[in-house]
């Protein structure tokens, strides 16, 4: 069993930066797969960004390739996204996941999930 929350969400103009944290706690595994989501209201969740603790691999979606960097802390059992260039369209609940194997893009592929933090990007 894992536990994982989030931290580091919070209002901010458009252009500016934020970083996200997810601390996992409970019996954890170089095996697992760290993941970000996101879900705007009256929209589904979006796959973000996808680190594994092991190797350190990662994927991000196309949408925000440039802008957002995701990173793990293996000591501190802590992964980040760092969003850079934020933009309206960034406004959502932002989910951190776990899940044992390799990263992965759907949410169905998720065992764990932390509570989610807000961000919201003004205009």
């Known amino acids: 069993q894992v536990q994982l929350v989030e931290s580091g969400g919070g209002l901010v103009q458009a252009g500016g930066s934020l970083r996200l944290s997810c601390v996992a706690s409970?019996?954890?595994?170089?095996?697992?797969?760290m993941g970000w989501f996101r879900q705007a209201p009256g929209k589904e969740r979006e796959f973000v960004a996808a680190?594994?603790?092991?190797?350190?691999?990662?994927v991000i979606v196309d949408s925000v390739k440039g802008r957002f960097t995701i990173s793990r802390d293996n000591a501190k059992k802590t992964v980040y996204l760092q969003m850079n260039s934020l933009k309206p369209e960034d406004t959502a609940i932002y989910y951190c996941?776990?899940?044992?194997?390799?990263?992965?893009?759907?949410?169905?592929?998720?065992?764990?999930w932390g509570p989610g933090t807000q961000v919201t990007v003004s205009s």
């Open positions: 409970g019996r954890t595994f170089s095996s697992y797969a």
């Open positions: 996941a776990a899940r044992v194997g390799l990263v992965a893009r759907t949410p169905s592929s998720y065992a764990f």
């Open positions: 680190i594994s603790w092991s190797l350190g691999s990662a």
